[in-house]
T-cell receptor
Framework: DSGVTQTPKHLITATGQRVTLRCSPR?????VYWYQQSLDQGLQFLIQ???????AKGNILERFSAQQFPDLHSELNLSSLELGDSALYFC??????????????FGPGTRLTVL | LAKTTQPISMDSYEGQEVNITCSHN???????ITWYQQFPSQGPRFIIQ???TKVTNEVASLFIPADRKSSTLSLPRVSLSDTAVYYC??????????????FGSGTRLQVQP
């Protein structure tokens, strides 16, 4: 158990719909990352938040957005869903203290299926 | 970030030592080398990180030659539970706040009984 929790575990929805994925980081971790893993694309970084502010953006579509709340939990919003958005969505957290350690703690993921 | 190249897959038997080599010719001076392990339908898990020479922890060793253009993850006496995908990552994004990881295709290790 990494200490990172994600809900829901599974989500099935239809094209055109909007969903929200939730992530609670490890206690004390200020940084939250979202990754998407699909069969044909591998693990792709989407976005990073640090203490409530967006810090880095990766391959995140305009239909997707995220935020980190004062209690440090984060939500990833996916709208106008397409079949190709079906994937595993992982949240990770890290302390991001001074130094170079690249250790991120990943949650169990949310499996999204768009029908 | 430096591009990495690793074998797509490897096979081994229980009890053997497994060495997975990663090539990273464009590694920058301040880049670190990090390895993650991922089981099916689970999030990746940090294994080990190093900058040069050799690093060892309770699960693996990481060997980095002087030119740092490659690295080798060594798993001693693997078991069936080591069957997973192993990712080699290189780099550190800018300041201490930007640490997004760039995953390649990884190496799929299959351990046979």
């Amino acid at each position: 158990d990494s200490g990172v929790t994600q809900t829901p575990k599974h989500l099935i929805t239809a094209t055109g719909q909007r969903v929200t994925l939730r992530c609670s980081p490890r206690s004390g971790d200020l940084s939250v990352y979202w990754y998407q893993q699909s069969l044909d694309q591998g693990l792709q970084f989407l976005i990073q938040y640090y203490n409530g502010e967006e810090r880095a953006k990766g391959n995140i579509l305009e239909r997707f957005s995220a935020q980190q709340f004062p209690d440090l939990h984060s939500e990833l919003n996916l709208s106008s869903l397409e079949l190709g958005d079906s994937a595993l969505y992982f949240c990770a957290s890290s302390v991001v203290a001074a130094g170079n350690l690249n250790e991120q703690f990943f949650g169990p993921g949310t499996r999204l299926t768009v029908l | 970030l430096a591009k990495t190249t690793q074998p797509i897959s490897m096979d081994s038997y229980e009890g053997q030592e497994v060495n997975i080599t990663c090539s990273h010719n464009n590694i920058a001076t301040n880049d670190y080398i990090t390895w993650y392990q991922q089981f099916p339908s689970q999030g990746p898990r940090f294994i080990i990180q190093g900058y040069k020479t050799k690093v060892t922890n309770e699960v693996a060793s990481l060997f980095i030659p002087a030119d740092r253009k490659s690295s080798t993850l060594s798993l001693p006496r693997v078991s069936l539970s080591d069957t997973a995908v192993y990712y080699c990552l290189v780099g550190l994004n800018g300041d201490t706040g930007r640490r997004a990881l760039t995953f390649g295709s990884g190496t799929r290790l299959q351990v046979q009984p």
